[in-house]
């Protein structure tokens, strides 16, 4: 009984004190492992791993590209589309006010009179048969534009007695009645002055080859002419 008890307590003993130094040694060797780890660390691991993250992430990769565009892409971006909108935009406002190109009433043969338009139209196409081509440079005027010519015509002649033989204030004027036509190029003037009588369509003044009025009963004799305008009670 008493050799079973003792060894039984040393066994026990040695256990006890194995599983201790065990745990202590381990617990020496872990916290040495543990404190040496951390000191070299600090020195070389833990200061290596934070300055290489900052700088590689940090600087080349998002630093360097925005430094470069902003320097480079905004002083020619700014100087180049101011300049260059303005000029497209104001090329495109002249082009509408090339729209007049339509024929004016003033330059065709719808304003005139029934009777000289009737005439005219037959005299064009005669002398469109023979080769020459009659154009309306004035027909029917407003009384507004006559009263325009007529103070150019004041300004360029001198007076209003001289401006008056080449062109009548509006109430006496034969054009503001749609009574009178003016013709051109000269090949249709010397036309029309030669065959105008067969359709009743005479020449008036010496001073204006191109002014023409239905003076006379178509295929009779054109009056004499006046030498130029007058105006009548003025
Ligand atoms: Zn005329």
């Excluded at 040694?25 to 951390?38: N, R």
């Excluded at 249709?188 to 023409?212: I, Q, S």
Aim: glycine share 8%; net charge positive; proline share 10%.
């Amino acid at each position: 009984m008493s050799h079973d008890v003792p060894p039984r307590r040393n066994t026990m003993a040695r256990t006890r004190l194995l599983s201790v130094i065990g745990v202590v040694g381990v617990g020496g060797v872990v916290g040495a492992l543990l404190l040496w780890h951390a000191q070299v660390g600090d020195v070389l691991g833990l200061g290596a791993d934070k300055e290489p993250v900052v700088s590689t992430v940090g600087a080349p990769a998002i630093g360097a590209p925005p430094t470069t565009t902003k320097l480079v892409t905004p002083t020619p971006s700014r100087r180049t589309t101011p300049t260059v909108p303005p000029k497209t935009a104001t090329t495109p406002s002249k082009k509408p006010t090339k729209k007049p190109t339509p024929v004016s009433r003033e330059e065709s043969i719808d304003g005139l009179s029934p009777k000289l338009k009737s005439r005219l139209t037959k005299a064009i196409a005669a002398a469109k048969a023979d080769g020459v081509r009659i154009s309306i440079t004035s027909g029917r005027r407003s009384a507004a534009k006559q009263q325009r010519l007529l103070n150019d015509a004041i300004k360029k002649y001198g007076s209003y007695k001289l401006a008056t033989r080449w062109v009548l204030p509006p109430k006496y004027s034969a054009h503001v009645q749609g009574k009178a036509v003016d013709i051109g190029p000269a090949a249709a003037m010397t036309w029309l002055n030669k065959n105008g009588w067969r359709y009743g369509v005479c020449r008036r003044y010496d001073n204006e080859p191109w002014h023409f009025e239905a003076l006379t009963t178509p295929g009779t004799k054109c009056p004499p002419r006046e030498p130029h305008a007058v105006a009548k009670a003025d």
